[in-house]
């Protein structure tokens, strides 16, 4: 049976992949960040030389499917000659990603690197600790067919992985639907360990084998929150005794909702953004940047002035950045708030009603969508030259609040001149 060992589990590289949602919101950030896949693989080539791993297992799309860049190629290349150096073998199926590249299968490797076969499953012997590895890569990028019922009979007598690129039944989520199987189906197939891949959250789907996404290596894009990176396996006698995830991502995703219905004043709502944004750099970790949408919800008083004037409310939770332990980028901000419950009972007068008419057109926007149908207006009138975004901008997040508050300081004026 099988020695003691340990391997790490990895898949969705997507090398040198760009982080969805950056270049054209901060192309500053989306520069700080931009080798970001590469750097988080790094991380992984120096967590299996320091936790001595015997192999690493990657689990497909180690390349994006519209990579044209072949210094790409070169990078990995050299990676994997890095863990062959510190006797580390390494084992690789394509994933559909891969099998839409151009120069994912040409690429030439070291000794210690196996590609499987995309036309059958193949199994590679690691004689020393008595490991079976079974895998096959994807022979067309949009494969449908359930590539699990080609994989052969576990070995006897050794510790049995198999490498998959698959949408397991059950498990898609938005991923396609590629290579589908079941989780029973792989169960019941007799090997100790199934390292799959393509779905990019870390999900263990059986503990009786070990049945494991290890999710991708880095987040890239808004939607891919949390720590991402790949999963330590320790093997005792044969016997998977741990399956750890390992936070190897160098720029982290993250969402916040702010509930500001316990606010009334502008600042405690920003103390209170400022606060939310520490602790999620504090889960982040040190060393990471943290690239983050903010969402403001909730009954509260100060809903007409976030919704009229939401860029000053920006600058205002800006400003509080540098006084983060973190690199931290805003990459949204948006306001879902709502006005405070209407009071049960209306001042009867002509005043009282029209304070609470202006009241409700700049709480639900009504001012706001007219000022931008004027605005809309004077633009096609202005010459072509006219160097006007700055005016409108702060006319368009400005001018509806000037305007309701205009309007209830005449009716307030005109209510004390009555009495």
Known sequence: MAANFKFLHAADLHLDSPLIGLSCKSADFAKRVEMASRKAFDNLVKMAIGERCRFVVLSGDVFDREQRHYPT????????????EEGIDAFVVLGNHDAGNKFAEKLGYTGNVHVFDKKRAETKMIEDVGVAVHGRSFPRWDTDENLALSYPAPAPGVFNVGVLHTACAGNEGDHAPYAPCSVEQLRNHGYDYWALGHVHGFRILSETPHIV???????????????????????????????????????????VTIDATPHADRNLLV????????????EAGEERAVAVRIRVTGRTALHQELLLQRASVLADVEDVLPTLSHDVWIEKFSVATEPPAAPEAVDPTVAGRLDAEIRRLAGNGYLAKRLDEKLADIRTKLPANAHAEEFFERMRVEMAGRAANVALSLIDEANHAAH
């Open 213 to 255: 996404y290890p999710g991708n290596l880095q987040g890239r894009d808004p939607r891919e929150t949390g720590a991402k990176g790949a999963v330590l396996v320790t093997v005792d006698d044969g016997r998977v005794v741990s399956v750890e995830h390992q936070a190897l991502d160098v720029v982290r995703w993250a969402s």
């Open 73 to 84: 190629g070169l990078y990995f290349v050299q990676s994997m000659k890095q863990l062959g």
């Open 271 to 282: 103390d209170e953004i400022r606060n939310q944004l520490t602790d999620t750099c504090d």
